[in-house]
Each structure stands twice: as structure tokens, then as C-alpha cells.
């Protein structure tokens, strides 16, 4: 579509830059007003309220995904979320290691971004590691193992998506929106909450929306891509240390958005403040975390928001497959901080 758009002076993947750089201005300020996070959603005293927040958001994104789905507009035929063998061993164990990651840093990669634009020195970073070891797992020394555990997989077919059944594809909608309810039960009414939730969810649909239909170009295709923070953080790195070789595409365009749009809401609220280390111990606790997401991120394909929100909107088996696992490494890692710090090292025995 985008060729009949008549833009002569941008190709599509520097509109795609410009596409993300608004999707993450609008994600930025959003999570920043409502301290939007996966992690908060599962162990915070306030966890009823951010877990409301998590689940609306991903409703909106199903039904949104869907509806785009249907209309026609975008297809997850040939997408990696949809491909029929499933690498079940490298999505559990980079599951599992991410979530036990975001408990180290005290929050997702997300958040460690939005984080970042309030002056959180530690979550920047944080990003930084990430973004080196998720690159290093997707291309340097640790892709080496990230193949080795890639090797099992699982045959599912056109059961890799539950899109492409129709039973399937109403019950899991019907499902995420019942689960979604029964969270309302058990958070207080907030209406910034619905709101900004509400926009995030469908920040998910227009990323799929926008690079798979509108800045869709078969003479230079774009990366089919929604929200999502582990690919993005490594262009990002790639791009500023190569910027004159590489031009900035999606991913630099969401990180930038979302930095800069959490920098103007915080200070907007008045919660700008510039954070730092308090420890050496917090340092290397904090190293560890973002090691771990970054290694995790990539095994499982994906984050909190990339396999998480956009992710499972689109029905896929192994997005549902990954935060099941994030979840279940961040709660064991919650419960048993301690003995988890010192496998790591970060506590003596």
C-alpha cells in the first residue's frame, strides 16, 4: 500500500522510523502515567490494579489483531509467531530466564525504558546490557547456544496460531476477555487506568496494522513487527554505533519515541529525579537481570510487550508459550529471591 501513499521523499523503511517514533512517543507516555509493567502486574502490592492494566491492554490488542485479521489487512501466514515447528526448549528456558531477569532489575525491559527517560541512570543501563547480550545471542558468541537449545521443536502446524481455526480462535478470545473481567472484580475503577490501557492495546494493533499494510512495499520490504523491546534495543545499539552504515528503521524510531515521551510526561507529573547504583552488589544484581533478559528474550522471541502483548493478539501458540514461562520464572524467582541471588552469585552461601 504504501507506494499508492505518494510520499516521494521517504522510502518505507525510513517511514517506518517516523511511524515508530509516534507508536513509541504514545507507549512512552502512556506506561509513564500508569507505571505500565508485566512485573508490577504479578508481584507489587498493587498488583491488582497493573495486572487490570496488563490484561485490559491485551484484550483491546486481541480484538483489535483480530479485527485486522479478519478484515484482511494483515496476514501471520509466513510471521515466526505462526511458524508450524515450535523450539518449546529455547522459548521455556529464555521464558524462564526473563522473568527471572526483570526480578533482578525490578521491572521488564518496557519499563526499564520508560524508566530511562525519567532520569533512572540504572535503567539505562540496564538497556544497555540488554541490548548487547540480545544481540550477542541473536548473532555474536552466544548464538551458539541460542542454537543448540533452538534444535528440539515441536510440530504443530497450522495449530502453531489459533487463528487459523476458527473454534480455537473464538475460544481464546473469549477466554482473554472473561480473564480480563474477572480482573475488574479485584482492581479499584480508575478511569487514567482504562484510558491509558486502552491506547496501549491498540498501539499493539496499529504496529501490525502500520507495517503490515500501510508502509507494506514489495519492491523494499519492512520487518512485519508491533511493540516490542528486544529487537529494537539492539538496532538502537546497532544504529548509534554505525548510524553513518545503517539507517535508523522501526526499532530506533519505538526506543527513541519511548525515552523522549517518558521524559516529557515525568516531567510534566514532576517525577523526573536522576537515580543511580546504591551498591556495588545492587550494580552486579542489576547487570545479572538485564543478562538474563537479553539472553531470554531472544530464546523466547520476545518480551513482555513483543511476545506478551503483540504477541499473543495474534493467537500465536509460542507467544502464549513464552510469558506462561516469564511469568513462572519471575514468581519462583519472587518467592525465592535469595536462594535465586545466590545461584548468580549474588549472595553468599
Known sequence: MFETLGIENLNSSSASF???????GLFGYSAEKIKFCFRRALINDDRSQALFAWLFALAI???????????????????????SEIPYLAIATGGFLFGIGMIFTRGCISRMTVLAGTGNIRALFVILIFAVTAHSTMKGPLSYLRVVLSEPTIYLGEFAGFTNNSVLQTVSIFIIVIIFLLSINRSQFNIRTYVFSF?????????WLGTG?????????????????????TDTLFWSLASTAVSAKFGTGLITGVILSAFL???????FEIKSFETPIQTTQYITGAMLMGFGGV????????????????????AFFAIIFIGLGAKLANRRLRLIRKLFFLERA
Open 61 to 83: 490488542a486481541t480484538l483489535g489483531t483480530q479485527a485486522v485479521i479478519y478484515k484482511g489487512w494483515v496476514s501471520f501466514e509466513n510471521h515466526r509467531f505462526y511458524s
Open 18 to 24: 517516523y511511524f515508530a517514533l509516534v507508536l513509541g
Open 199 to 207: 491506547i496501549i492495546g491498540n498501539l499493539a494493533v496499529l504496529g
Open 213 to 233: 499494510y500501510v508502509l507494506y512495499d514489495e519492491f523494499e520490504p519492512i520487518a512485519f513487527e508491533s511493540l516490542s523491546f528486544t529487537r529494537p534495543a
Open 299 to 318: 530464546l523466547a522471541g520476545g518480551c513482555t510487550m513483543g511476545a506478551g502483548i503483540s504477541g499473543i493478539s495474534t493467537l500465536s501458540v509460542s
Open 265 to 271: 510526561s515525568s516531567l510534566q507529573s514532576k517525577r
